[in-house]
């Protein structure tokens, strides 16, 4: 049957620059910086507090074939929501599911979760995202928060 898999402990993304993405990641998200070394040229952050989960990042330079990923922080719904502000102050464009600049996080209906998209220095793009406490509603597609809300409204009327 195999091991029971009880979560994601890492990830690992490469970058161009590695001052850059250790500034961006413990400046701009908010990671605690756990080890940084030289050669390799590699940095891994706490994710969630100290052994709780683990973000690596690798410094490859400015080859022309590059990779973006994607991950996701779990975090509050209050935290995303403030999140689209924060994001701006510090000049990070807050995005909705399809790439788009918006004012404030989508909720994606099939989960439901609240969720909002930004790009780190090297193009991959990263998400803050909460779970919601209502039932799934697929038919809502991926649609702002303001309108999941409504919509949630109408529905206890």
């Known amino acids: 049957m195999g091991v029971s898999i009880q979560g994601l402990f890492e990830t690992h993304l490469t970058v161009r620059n590695l001052a850059t993405s250790v ?31 683990m ?5 490859v330079g400015y080859a022309p074939n590059v990779m973006s990923l994607h991950l996701a922080f779990t975090s509050t719904v209050e935290q995303v929501l403030a999140a689209p ?7 990070v464009v ?16 099939w989960m439901p979760a609240i969720s909002l998209y930004f790009t780190d220095p090297d193009g991959h793009l990263l998400e803050y995202l909460a779970m919601l406490p ?16 409504a919509m949630q409204q109408s529905q206890q009327a």
């Open 94 to 109: 807050p995005k909705g599911f399809y790439g788009e600049p918006v004012e404030e996080p989508v909720v994606i209906g």
């Open 23 to 53: 500034a961006f990641y413990r400046d701009t998200v908010g990671l605690e910086l756990a080890y940084l070394l030289d050669e390799p040229r590699v940095a891994f952050f706490w994710i969630g507090g100290r052994g709780q989960a």
């Open 55 to 59: 973000l690596g990042v690798w410094e």
């Open 85 to 91: 502000s924060a994001l701006k102050a510090v000049g």
């Open 134 to 149: 209502q039932q799934p509603c697929p038919e809502a597609g991926v649609i702002p928060y303001g309108e999941w809300k």
